[in-house]
């Protein structure tokens, strides 16, 4: 048995569908009988950014962070594989494939349903769902797949490069606007707290661990330790975002199953597609998974701050880029069960990982 399969078979991740769907139930009950939690909690963000979930997500993110030899990211570009269909995939495909399904199920489908101009709200949301791939969550998918997290680093900064010049643009066409404002502060903080600190973090205790302990310490132990943070922070998000969004659920129960149809939708077409596309080129497994998970997922900071600040607080663009928030992990988490059942489609063997000689080991 792999460590890998070790890992899937931890007390966690073997009923980790048990423990998100306790989670989400703890935190729509926290949020309906406890509203201080939530609103005391509101008030430690800045740019539309929770920063007690940006800890959190340090706790889900430094596992992986920790793995990267750092000199194995300037090996990534001898690879272009992987990047190719991850931007391909994000900027010419995805936000066009979430207009259409959004357009024909809010608008078309379940025109009986939903009045015209909430629907066309709607899909505005999750047109700006559809043009931001995920920045953070993205490591998590990648860790629990045991996917390469040097390459994962690499398709996440790429895109959020990308992101910074054709996120507007792409909206505003597919919106029809004639201007944007994108809340960009809302885009340099979450690349700061989601990449950047963690990153850090993952370098200076990586170098000094391996300095004083030892390369074989530092993976047998030290890493082994470290297995439960990610599940135990992603549990303790979930209660976080789900407290949020308790009173939007029970308010709007109906209209949310509706927007939530084309997003899920939208989720494991555009996963297929990079991931099917990924197995015919032959591209190894913890390179394809990343690839195909940074946009199935989404950054929903992004897409709630800019919908928020194009449509208002109460709009219906609001509430369709919070739908995105609350049916995401779930659906992740299958997708996450699939890639690890699929493993066997992909090379057995690397044709050059993106790891090198460790530090420490010269």
Avoid at 97 to 104: D, I, K, P, S, V
Avoid at 264 to 292: D, M, N, R, S
Wanted: aromatic share 14%.
């Amino acid at each position: 048995m792999s460590k890998k399969d070790e890992k899937a078979l931890g007390f966690f991740e073997r009923y980790l569908t048990i423990w998100v769907g306790i989670c989400i139930i703890a935190g729509l009950i926290i949020g309906r009988v406890w509203p201080a939690f939530p609103a005391t909690l509101s008030q430690w963000e800045y740019a539309q950014v929770s920063i007690p979930v940006a800890v959190l997500i340090w706790f889900m993110i430094y596992p992986m962070m920790v793995q990267i030899d750092f000199g194995s990211i300037l090996n990534a570009g001898r690879r272009p594989k992987g990047l190719t269909v991850t931007l391909v995939t994000n900027w010419l495909i995805k936000p066009f494939t979430m207009f259409f399904f959004a357009w024909l199920f809010l608008r078309v489908i379940f025109q009986n349903f939903i009045p015209a101009d909430l629907g066309q709200q709607y899909v505005a949301g999750a047109i700006l769902l559809g043009a931001a791939p995920c920045t953070a969550m993205v490591f998590v998918w990648s860790y629990l797949t045991d996917g390469d997290p040097g390459y994962t680093l690499v398709q996440v900064a790429i895109n959020d490069l990308v992101l910074i010049f054709a996120y507007a643009p792409i909206v505003m066409f597919l919106l029809g606007l004639s201007e944007l404002t994108v809340p960009y502060d809302t885009v340099i903080l979450s690349v700061i707290l989601y990449i950047v600190v963690p990153l850090v973090a993952g370098y200076l205790s990586r170098r000094y661990l391996i300095k004083n302990k030892g390369i074989e310490w530092f993976e047998n132990v030290f890493l082994a330790k470290l297995s439960n943070f990610t599940i135990v922070g992603l549990l303790l998000t979930l209660i976080i975002l789900f407290s949020f969004q308790g009173d939007v659920i029970i308010n709007n129960p109906f209209h949310i199953l509706l927007i939530g149809i084309p997003l899920a939708i939208q989720t494991f077409f555009i996963f297929i597609i990079a991931y099917g596309w990924a197995k015919l080129w032959k591209i190894e497994h913890p390179v394809a998974v990343p690839a195909a998970m940074i946009g199935a997922s989404n950054f929903f900071e992004l897409a709630v701050a800019t919908a928020i600040s194009i449509f208002g607080l109460s709009s219906g663009a609001a509430l369709a880029t919070v739908v995105g928030v609350l049916e995401e992990v779930p659906i992740m988490l299958g997708l996450v069960a699939i890639a690890n059942r699929t493993r066997h489609w992909f090379p057995a063997k690397t044709v050059e990982r993106v790891m090198v000689q460790p530090e420490g080991n010269e």
